[in-house]
């Protein structure tokens, strides 16, 4: 859903003009917002609170924290020129892609941990390192 609410406000941005592109950004950007929200938004705090063993939860958690802060500074930092660069429909397209590889990541390397305990995710981590 965020790729495609991104590619409806990229269409907003391209083809349209007057109050059809306001509602069509509109959408577009509500849309991935509520997606981004029940998706993947959540998906590293997750991994922080479930998949690290607890001798090191704490201090992996911190880094991945410490990781999660400093890429969204970097986004903040890297946005307005990226705008500049390639326009907001461009954009758009970006932040489009990247959320399909976003869940392609997810659905690839994230398993699935409902109702397993953290020594039974920490198994699940060794076979697919030893894999």
Do not use: C, H
């Not at 495609?4 to 509602?23: E, Y």
């Not at 969204?72 to 660069?85: D, E, Q, S």
């Amino acid at each position: 859903m965020m790729s495609v609410a991104m590619l409806i406000g990229a269409a907003g941005v391209a083809f349209t003009g007057g109050l059809t592109r306001i509602i069509l950004i509109m959408i577009g950007l509500d849309v991935f917002i509520a997606a981004f929200a029940i998706g993947v938004g959540g998906t590293g705090w997750l991994i922080q609170g479930e998949y690290f063993p607890t001798a090191v939860r704490g201090r992996a958690a911190a880094l991945g924290a410490a990781a999660d802060w400093i890429a969204n500074f970097a986004l903040i930092l890297l946005v307005p020129t990226m705008l500049n660069g390639f326009g907001l429909a461009w954009l758009m397209v970006l932040f489009a892609v990247l959320s399909a590889i976003a869940l392609l990541f997810v659905n690839s390397f994230i398993p699935e941990t409902k109702e397993l305990s953290v020594e039974e995710i920490t198994e699940i981590f060794e076979r697919q390192a030893a894999d």
